[in-house]
């Protein structure tokens, strides 16, 4: 009786799990652990975007380079990994994402040569993409709802750390070293979350092995698919090929729009500066980037905001005509480059709109394509399939940077042929001010 009762128990703890994850939301400390996990990669992220012309003070490298590092491993991990990141496991990887991150912040505060600290962006962007792909991944095991938890942590940030590092940097004096490295002692929040979240992902990953075991000791049954241990479902490589066939119009959306956006914000408006701005040029691009910012943090929030207040109007919000937003970012970009190129606007306002706008489309895309994704496909091709959304906002990004180290010293060379004033063709600190001190912080010394 007792050999008969264990296979038993065991299956029913099983389709208990099953319903639980099925139909009850997550506890509590799971769901703001998805935050957190959401809320630091991309705090961490923007808070390098947002540095990116004071990491390059007093040099005259494109400001897109900095885009390449942050992005350029980070697109190399989110491509190659899906294909065999099943075999390690979650605490693995959420260990090595906190080493990455905690070597590559102190690098950049501590390092003096620009070289240096692009590299140590470089460990950054490593830990940016294990983060971001295994997180993404990870939701998977749980209930639906942590996907919206995950992005709206995502867009808070998005928005919190750049309004941070320009309120220090701008409006406090603080240095930019010392802003960053503020920053870095937050990063250890995601190991410790890790550890207090419920860890339903652990039975597929971490510990398979002692399950098989331990239920071995106890089966005296015939197979049975309701009392096999549970083990992690091998996906082939057709229907990997097929899964990727199926996201690729997907795919090409976000890749396109991500890359249309960097393009102007990193590229194209930091070589637009106005004189009748209340602010210096450096500033310029701390507000381009935080209204860019705060943009995508609404778009990628509003699906979550929506969740909470009555989950089924989630479906009815949705936005699954993609194409449509990605035709709208692909025009903002067209027209940023003729405003750049003939400088025909009179004030800063148009530009500043624009920034949101796009941050807000590009965010409704991130959110939408997690729903899709989620809602369309099972697990285990679930998981595949939302690593590879990590690899297309990477690729964009990426392609917008390479792209940047052309487009941005054109426009900028140009703009030096068209007028007397050479210091609103670029938003970067002047080569001669002190490399700790920002610029309106210089200017009223």
């Given at each position: 009786m ?7 128990g ?7 799990e099953?319903d639980?994850?099925?139909n009850d939301k997550e506890?509590?400390i799971t ?12 705090a961490?992220?923007?808070l ?9 003070a007093g040099s005259?490298?494109p400001t ?6 942050i992005?350029g ?15 390690i496991t ?12 905690e ?5 950049l505060v ?5 070289e240096?600290?692009l590299?140590?962006?470089?460990f ?6 294990v983060g ?6 990870m939701?998977?095991?749980?209930h639906q709802?942590?996907v919206?938890?995950f992005s ?6 998005f928005?919190?750390?750049p309004?941070?590092?320009t309120?220090?940097?701008?409006w406090f004096?603080v240095?930019s070293?010392?802003t960053t490295l503020t920053?870095?002692?937050l ?5 410790v979350?890790y550890?207090l ?6 039975n ?5 092995e ?14 049975d698919?309701k ?5 992690l ?8 090929l097929?899964a990727l ?5 997907w ?11 960097f393009?102007?914000?990193?590229s194209v408006?930091?070589?637009?500066a106005?004189p009748?701005?209340p602010?210096p040029?450096?500033?310029h ?5 935080t209204?860019?910012?705060l ?8 699906l ?5 207040i009555k989950q089924?109007?989630v479906?009815?919000l ?11 970012e692909v025009c903002?970009l ?6 750049a ?11 500043l ?11 409704i895309i991130?959110?939408n ?5 989620t809602?369309s ?11 590879f959304v990590?690899f297309?906002t990477?690729i964009?990004i990426f392609?917008?940077?390479?792209l940047?180290?052309?487009v ?7 703009c ?10 670029f938003?970067?600190?002047d080569p001669n001010?002190?490399?700790?001190v920002?610029s309106?912080?210089?200017?009223h010394h």
């Amino acid at each position: 009786m007792e050999q008969d009762s264990s296979p038993t128990g065991f299956s029913e703890e099983n389709d208990e799990e099953t319903d639980s994850n099925g139909n009850d939301k997550e506890k509590t400390i799971t769901t703001s652990a998805f935050f957190v996990f959401g809320f630091i990669l991309y705090a961490v992220y923007s808070l390098l975007v947002a540095a990116a012309q004071d990491i390059l003070a007093g040099s005259d490298i494109p400001t897109s380079a900095v885009i390449s590092c942050i992005v350029g491993p980070y697109a190399l991990i989110t491509l190659v990994c899906p294909y065999f990141v099943q075999k390690i496991t979650y605490l693995v990887r959420f260990i090595a994402l906190f080493v990455l991150y905690e070597v590559g912040l102190f690098s950049l505060v501590y390092a003096d040569q620009v070289e240096a600290k692009l590299l140590a962006v470089c460990f950054v962007s490593l830990a940016f993409g294990v983060g971001e792909m295994s997180c993404i991944a990870m939701t998977s095991f749980y209930h639906q709802v942590v996907v919206g938890v995950f992005s709206a942590g995502t867009g808070v940030g998005f928005i919190v750390a750049p309004l941070y590092y320009t309120a220090m940097t701008t409006w406090f004096c603080v240095s930019s070293e010392t802003t960053t490295l503020t920053v870095a002692g937050l990063v250890v929040l995601i190991v410790v979350f890790y550890f207090l979240m419920e860890r339903k992902h652990s039975n597929s990953t971490e510990g398979t092995e002692q399950v098989t075991y331990k239920d071995v000791q106890y089966e005296k049954i015939p197979e049975d698919s309701k009392t096999d241990p549970p083990t992690l479902p091998v996906l082939t490589r057709d229907v990997k090929l097929k899964a990727l066939k199926e996201i690729c119009p997907w795919i090409l959306c976000v890749v396109i729009s991500w890359m249309s956006e960097f393009l102007v914000m990193q590229s194209v408006i930091t070589t637009y500066a106005f004189p009748n701005s209340p602010f210096p040029p450096r500033d310029h691009y701390q507000y381009y980037i935080t209204l860019f910012l705060l943009g995508e943090f609404i778009g990628r929030s509003y699906l979550a905001v929506v969740s909470f207040i009555k989950q089924e109007l989630v479906p009815k919000l949705m936005v699954r005509k993609l194409w449509a937003l990605t035709i709208i970012e692909v025009c903002i970009l067209v027209f940023c480059l003729f405003a750049a190129w003939y400088r025909f606007l009179p004030d800063i306002t148009t530009l500043l709109l624009l920034s949101f706008l796009a941050g807000l489309i590009i965010g409704i895309i991130y959110a939408n394509v997690l729903q899709v994704f989620t809602e369309s496909y099972e697990f285990p091709v679930k998981e595949f399939v939302l690593g590879f959304v990590a690899f297309a906002t990477g690729i964009g990004i990426f392609t917008a940077g390479l792209l940047g180290l052309v487009v941005e010293p054109l426009f900028r060379q140009h703009c030096l042929t068209i007028t007397d004033l050479a210091e609103y063709c670029f938003t970067r600190t002047d080569p001669n001010a002190f490399s700790n001190v920002t610029s309106s912080c210089h200017r009223h010394h």
